[in-house]
């Protein structure tokens, strides 16, 4: 289920722990797992499971704790909305309106054409920049309706 490249990057993960800790390595599996198939299926979790010696019950209770991890298809670009309190203090629920509109979804939802998926997260620890949201690897803070325009239209 996994490439071989994934499979190297799974084995050095699982080599950070002693081997009888070797489920210590769950979140970066997972990690490298989504990074791979874009999101994480039961079957996907399940042979997650069967390389780290746990219980598939294990595996998902990782998955399902952390908003990080996406348990359904995505879309090319996830925003992950910030609405703790900075970010709800200084006007995420602002940015999650305007994010809806735009991309005439809700939080939850992807878009038709399978672009965009727009997803509430708990903080991602840029209070200092609120409101935010994180878009794949990149952090965007002190968001404005206009900003997200802009943020948006460079996605193409």
């Known amino acids: 289920m996994l490439s071989r490249e994934s499979i190297t990057q799974v084995q050095g993960e699982i080599a950070k ?6 489920a210590s390595a769950v979140m970066a599996v997972l990690r490298i797992a989504q990074a791979e198939h ?7 979790m399940d042979y997650i499971a069967e ?5 598939p019950i294990q595996v998902y209770e990782v998955a399902t704790f952390y908003s990080m991890y996406d348990l359904k298809p995505v879309g090319r670009h996830k925003i992950s909305v910030c609405t703790n309190v900075s970010c709800m203090l200084c006007g995420s629920d602002q ?3 305007h994010l809806e509109q735009r991309l005439g979804i809700k939080l939850g939802q992807t878009t038709p054409d399978g672009k965009f998926t727009l997803k509430e997260v708990e903080c991602l620890a840029a209070c ?3 409101p935010m949201f994180q878009i794949g690897d990149t952090y965007y803070e002190h968001l404005t309706p206009q ?9 193409g």
């Open 95 to 97: 940015i999650v309106r």
């Open 147 to 155: 900003k997200v325009d802009e943020i948006l239209a460079s996605l």
């Open 38 to 44: 874009g999101w994480l299926s039961v079957p996907l």
């Open 128 to 130: 200092g920049g609120a």
């Open 17 to 22: 722990y002693p081997s009888e800790r070797k």
């Open 51 to 55: 390389l780290l010696e746990m219980r």
